[in-house]
């Protein structure tokens, strides 16, 4: 989170500098050009980038044609008995004293702190302004709707030159509130009873013909969302600079809209002035008057007017390439990285290669052993199996990277035969095999899977050295065995010997509490580790090579063994996983957040009996 909202702060920031440049590249054109600008930098503020892009993959998926999509680099999982033939680890559940051993009380607090600071300037902020607007309301509700007079004859007469499309109401107070519109969609002119006094009909049109210019541009509603923005984001200053930016242009578009329709400049600007003399400046952005922004300058600017420049075709270019790189930018590179439903046939390799003959049945017997085999002959049988296994393995994902599953994949049971025409041979470690790949279409076929692949940032955790000297854990160490040699000289002798304390010479033996190992890489390791923790876990140890280990901890959740089944040695008083990686292999696991391929199901049906 701390990630995104700081992306979103450079990003506004970045795109309000770049409304600040065109600004001055049309310094000389009409106001309420830049006046736009200003209220697109402000708005900026409210709508993250990445909801932009999140639009676009939605359209991509939805419109798009489907394409091949990248195989996918997903982390595998131990399922029932591999046909490796590992012993089946135990789906753990990391506590929150096993997260919180990954970071330092100083790391978890200051995020806190920064959080109350902020939420508490955001309150403070808003309860000024709602305190403000609640003493404006007061002004308003004591106000009498006019039905007669001069400044309503006037209005009316306004409204039917600017073709209106709403027809404002106009308040008479008793106050010395300046005139200015009161509310954002059905507006009200409040209008103070003693200037009138003071005006002639000739200044009075020319200060509601202003107060019309905020009316039809909706300027309330503008301010009210840059008082959002400044509410919500008090720290930035340059969030503050815009919102006197939008002022300053917006009275100047109304004093623009007013010259242009025919009120002399002498005229306008000695009402602006008796205005100030005899009434109260709103203070609220969202009250909008006819005294705001720089007076002087204003009268200044309003006396020596000449009219703005026309924009010319280069500048009108430039304002629709900045225009199109703010919004469709974003959208296209979500429609790029968009999933396509249909592209899992090339993705994600659906219907390669195909079982000979299979047999699906339901499993009604309960909760009991469950196996996963690979037999001589390329035969293929699954024995009490839930499905969402079945899926993850076929897939090679964890379970937290498989979203979408109604409930009845995780209780329901199904038993599967099925022989290949030709041995099935698995892949190594971590690589996708024929035996995947058939039961990948077995599953599109019999149980209608439709599946797409997706990128979702998700919660991680990053393997790192624990030393800042590098040094590693007492049971990490560097593997001197040439695994290579050694697994081609033990072919046909059933495999090679142990070592004495029981850990593979080469390969790695998983159960509850401990995994043992030695001659592979630490690219195995963490995807044994993704599947305990149940985050993706990633390697930033930069170490390379092959290692020996063994890692003993206790797991919070035990197994579920058939009856009578003898429960596996487990140290009841031993490390949880987090300390034993540190204290035992030299590693350590910190929290991050991080893009991870998750596998979405779209549809998926009960089989049908054989």
């Not at 990630?3 to 600040?20: D, K, R």
């Not at 054109?29 to 830049?34: K, P």
């Not at 029932?80 to 004293?97: K, Y």
Request: glycine share 8%; aromatic share 6%.
């Amino acid at each position: 989170m701390t990630n995104e909202i700081l992306n979103h702060l450079w990003q506004s920031t970045a795109f309000a500098a770049l409304c600040a440049a065109l600004t001055l590249v049309l310094r000389t054109n009409r106001a309420h050009v830049r006046y736009a600008l200003w209220t697109a930098a402000s708005v900026k503020f409210l709508i993250p980038f990445s909801a932009l892009f999140a639009l676009g993959r939605t359209l991509g998926y939805w419109l798009l044609p489907p394409i091949a999509a990248r195989q996918a680099a997903l982390v595998i999982d131990f399922v029932a008995q591999p046909i490796a033939g590992a012993v089946v680890p135990v789906s753990t559940r990391v506590s929150a004293a096993m997260v919180e051993s990954a970071g330092s009380d100083l790391a978890r607090l200051v995020p806190l702190a920064l959080t109350v600071l902020w939420i508490a300037g955001a309150a403070a902020v808003a309860a000024r302004w709602g305190m403000q607007w609640h003493a404006l309301a007061a002004v308003v509700r004591r106000a009498a709707i006019a039905t007669s007079g001069r400044e309503l004859e006037i209005l009316r007469r306004l409204e039917r030159q600017r073709q209106s499309r709403r027809a404002v109401i106009l308040l008479i107070s008793g106050g010395s509130q300046e005139p200015g519109v009161f509310g954002w969609f059905a507006p009200r002119l409040l209008w103070p009873r003693a200037i009138s006094a003071h005006l002639d009909d000739s200044q009075i049109e020319a200060i509601l013909a202003h107060e019309l210019s905020h009316v039809g541009r909706y300027d309330n509603l503008i301010a009210a969302a840059q008082m959002a923005v400044q509410a919500a984001f008090w720290f930035h200053p340059l969030v503050w600079w815009i919102g006197a930016r939008l002022i300053d242009e917006r009275e100047r578009a109304c004093d623009e809209d007013v010259l242009r329709r025919g009120s002399a400049a002498e005229v306008y600007a000695e009402s602006i002035l008796k205005t100030c003399r005899f009434s109260i400046e709103s203070p609220l952005r969202c009250v909008a008057g006819v005294t705001g922004a720089d007076l002087k300058r204003r009268i200044e600017a309003i006396v020596d007017h000449r009219g703005p420049d026309a924009l010319s075709i280069a500048k009108r270019l430039l304002l629709a390439i900045a225009a199109a790189g703010a919004i469709a930018g974003p959208i296209a590179l979500g429609l790029a990285h968009a999933p396509r439903l249909a592209a899992q046939a090339g993705g994600l390799r659906i219907g390669e290669e195909r079982f000979e003959v299979a047999s699906v049945k339901a499993n009604n017997s309960g909760d009991g052993p469950n196996r996963l085999q690979l037999q001589p002959g390329g035969r293929i049988t699954a024995e009490n199996m839930l499905l969402r296994n079945l899926i993850r393995f076929a897939f090679q994902v964890q379970d937290f990277q498989l979203v979408g599953a109604p409930d009845w994949v995780d209780k329901e049971r199904f038993d599967i035969v099925a022989k290949a025409d030709h041995d099935i041979v698995p892949g190594p470690p971590g690589t996708i095999g024929p035996g995947q790949l058939m039961l990948r279409s077995l599953l599109a076929d019999r149980f209608k899977l439709a599946i797409h692949q997706e990128k979702r940032d998700l919660p991680i955790y990053a393997l790192v050295l624990a030393r800042s000297d590098g040094r590693l854990g007492p049971q990490l160490q560097r593997s001197a065995a040439d695994c290579t040699a050694i697994m081609n000289a033990a072919r046909g002798r059933g495999g090679p010997p142990p070592a004495a304390s029981g850990r593979p010479q080469c390969g790695m033996r998983v159960s509850p509490g401990t995994i043992l190992g030695g001659g592979f890489p630490l690219s195995q390791l963490i995807t044994t580790l993704s599947q305990f923790a149940q985050r993706t876990v990633v390697d930033r140890t930069g170490l390379t090579g092959d290692f020996d280990l063994e890692l003993h901890w206790t797991p919070e959740q035990l197994p579920t063994l058939p009856p009578g089944a003898p429960l596996p040695p487990i140290d009841p008083n031993g490390p949880s996983l987090f300390t034993a990686i540190q204290e035992q292999l030299g590693l350590k696991l910190e929290s991050t957040k991080d893009s991870v391929e998750v596998l979405v199901i779209d549809q998926i049906e009960r089989p049908s009996p054989d």
